[in-house]
Nanobody
Framework: QVQLVESGGGWVQPGGSLRLSCAASGRTISSYAMGWFRQAPGKEREFVAAITRSGSITDYTNSVKGRFTISRDDAKNTVYLQMNSLKPEDTAVYFC?????????????WGQGTQVTVSS
């Protein structure tokens, strides 16, 4: 089982940027499709972005397309989420997710989450 630790969250003003990192241990992430999910207060956890094991295909929820970019560095065993043009509605706890099957993202291994707050 792979262990995941997110970092990089914090407070940012609207229009600002953050880069989240998800560091894996226990197993190499090259065996996993990776994803980012988020959960806002009082809401269910939702899909944000995903990347295949090869890194050749990425997918995003509509609300973040053109603003967020998911990437992976298998040599560093780390996945990233670059978030630009942040909006207050992006405020949430962001979770990293790993699954051996791209279609299984949303299950599998989870990190503990990192808080992102967008406000003025």
């Amino acid at each position: 089982q792979v262990q995941l630790v997110e970092s990089g969250g914090g407070w940012v003003q609207p229009g600002g940027s953050l880069r989240l990192s998800c560091a894996a241990s226990g197993r190499t992430i090259s065996s996993y499709a990776m994803g980012w999910f988020r959960q806002a207060p009082g809401k269910e956890r939702e899909f944000v972005a995903a990347i295949t094991r090869s890194g050749s295909i990425t997918d995003y929820t509509n609300s973040v397309k053109g603003r967020f970019t998911i990437s992976r560095d298998d040599a560093k065993n780390t996945v990233y989420l670059q978030m630009n043009s942040l909006k207050p509605e992006d405020t949430a706890v962001y979770f990293c997710n790993a699954h051996s099957d791209y279609n299984g993202l949303g299950f599998g291994s989870w990190g503990q989450g990192t808080q992102v707050t967008v406000s003025s």
